[in-house]
């Protein structure tokens, strides 16, 4: 799990600055792209619960949000 919030954390890095702009009252993008320097360089001090609250609750918003911007450029 943690492997796929870091390399959620990554490609967030490829997002324009456009996109962040207009998204950023629905996800705290700052956070997203510090997640991955978290979990690599905090390993061992990780708090599950809050990996697991990430995974269950902010990554299934963060989903919806792109889904809905995939549906609109289409």
Not at 16 to 22: A, K, L, Q
Not at 25 to 44: C, D, F, G, S, T
Request: net charge negative; hydrophobic share 45%.
């Amino acid at each position: 799990m943690c492997m796929s919030l870091m390399q959620i954390s990554e490609l967030s890095r490829d997002l324009s600055d456009e996109f962040i702009e207009s998204t950023k009252n629905q996800i705290p993008w700052k956070a997203v792209k510090a997640l991955r320097n978290w979990i690599a360089h905090e390993y061992m001090d990780l708090d599950i619960n809050t990996i697991w609250e990430t995974a269950t609750v902010d990554i299934p918003v963060l989903m919806k949000l792109c889904k809905d911007y995939v549906s609109i450029e289409e």
